[in-house]
């Protein structure tokens, strides 16, 4: 419950402060050489996460199980990830076309992870489509 005052904390702001949170060094890397490996695989999970969502917004289920169906992710939890997605991607291009990554790791790391994204937003454009 909010007061008539406060500001309410929206699915909006849980996606913007995480998506903030996990891929931070892309907005101070030019003062760092490289993105370390504990924040490389964490930024790999939060990717899968926002991928799993765009692409297969049903919770995925045990093999073998039985109905009740998953749950569905709510469309706007789908339409935040997309976005979040392509907000990351931007800033990857940006850093990547500006010659800013000289850290051989990092940039490969950035390099698949635009990759990647590239090939769930088109995933997803081909799934709305049919």
Same mark, same amino acid.
């Given at each position: 419950?909010?007061?008539?005052?406060?500001?309410?904390?929206?699915?909006?702001?849980?996606?913007?402060?995480?998506?903030? *949170?996990?891929? *931070?060094?892309? *907005?101070?890397?030019?003062? !760092?050489?490289? $993105?370390?490996?504990?924040?490389?695989?964490?930024?790999?999970? @939060?990717?899968?996460?926002?991928?799993?969502?765009?692409? !297969?917004?049903?919770?995925?289920?045990?093999?073998?199980?039985?109905?009740?169906?998953?749950?569905?992710?709510?469309?706007?939890?789908?339409?935040?990830?997309?976005?979040?997605?392509?907000? $990351?991607?931007? *800033?990857? !291009?940006?850093?990547?076309?500006?010659?800013?990554?000289?850290?051989?790791?990092?940039?490969? @790391?950035?390099?698949?992870?635009?990759?990647?994204?590239?090939?769930?937003?088109?995933?997803?454009?081909?799934?709305?489509?049919?």
């Amino acid at each position: 419950l909010f007061a008539a005052d406060e500001k309410r904390f929206t699915m909006a702001d849980l996606f913007q402060g995480l998506t903030q *949170s996990m891929w *931070s060094e892309l *907005s101070s890397l030019r003062q !760092r050489a490289s $993105i370390t490996s504990l924040r490389r695989n964490l930024q790999r999970e @939060h990717l899968r996460q926002l991928v799993r969502l765009v692409v !297969r917004p049903e919770a995925p289920r045990p093999a073998g199980a039985q109905p009740p169906p998953a749950p569905r992710a709510p469309e706007d939890a789908r339409t935040l990830a997309y976005a979040s997605l392509g907000d $990351i991607r931007g *800033s990857i !291009r940006q850093l990547l076309n500006a010659g800013q990554v000289r850290d051989a790791t990092t940039r490969a @790391h950035l390099q698949e992870t635009s990759a990647r994204i590239t090939s769930t937003l088109q995933a997803h454009v081909e799934r709305v489509i049919d």
